[in-house]
C-alpha cells in the first residue's frame, strides 16, 4: 500500500505546451487589440518584451508573482496612448486581459493527461501548484482536484516554499507522504525535495538531470505514470 496520500501537480509544460499555447494567445490577443483600437501597434521584437517586462517588475516586484497586472501593465504600455478617458483606457485593458485569458486557456492536453486524472482522483488527494494563471475549472479538470494553488494565493513562485507549505494546509497531508509531479527541475523538482516530499520529474524532452547526483524519478509520457508510480510508491 503506498504511504503517498497526496499528489500535487505543475500545470504548464507539466499537462500541455505552454510555448505554442501562449504565441498563439500573443498573436491572436494583438489582433484583437488592433481591431479595436483600429489601427497597427507597433509591439516591438521579443526582446522589446521581455525588457518592458523587466522593468515593469523592477519598479513593483509583485508582478513577478501576480502575472494578471503584469499582462494588463504591458497591455497599457502599448495602448495607453490612444486613450484620453484613464476610466475607458482601464475598461478596455480589462477587456483585452479577458480575450488573452480565454485565447491561454486553448490548451491541447498532452496524451493520457486525463486518463491518468481520473484513476488517480478515485484513491488519492490531488492538487494543483502552478507558478501560472491557468484555471482547472476552465479547462474541464477542476473536479478531480481538491485544490488548486497559484502564485498570486501565495505570493510567490515555486520554488519557494510558500506552494507546498499551501498545499499541506489545505490538505492536512504531511510532506512525507505528499509526492509533486512538475516538469521543471528547480521549479517543481528540487522546490518540493528540499522539503521532503517525493518527486516525479516529467522529462519529456529527456534531457539528463545534471542538477545533483541523485536524478530524480522521471517518466517522458503519461501512458508511464502509472506503472512508474507503482514501481516506486506502490499503488
Sequence with gaps: MSKIKLITFDLDDTFWDIKNTIIRAEKNSRKWVEKKIGEEIDWGT?????????????KDSSLEYDLGLLRKKIIAH??????????DL????NNAFEYFLKERHKITFYDDVQSVLEEL??????GVLTNGNADINKLKIGHMF???ISSIDVKSNKPEKNHFLKAQELSKVDFENTLHVGDHPINDILGARKLGIEVMWFNLKKIDWVIDANPPIQFTKWSEFIEIFEINHGY
Design 46 to 58: 521579443f526582446e522589446d518584451f521581455i525588457k518592458i517586462r523587466n522593468n515593469l517588475i523592477k
Design 78 to 87: 502599448h495602448t495607453k496612448k490612444y486613450f484620453k478617458n484613464k476610466n
Design 90 to 93: 482601464n475598461i478596455f485593458i
Design 121 to 126: 482522483s478515485r484513491k488519492y488527494k490531488l
Design 146 to 148: 481538491d485544490f488548486s
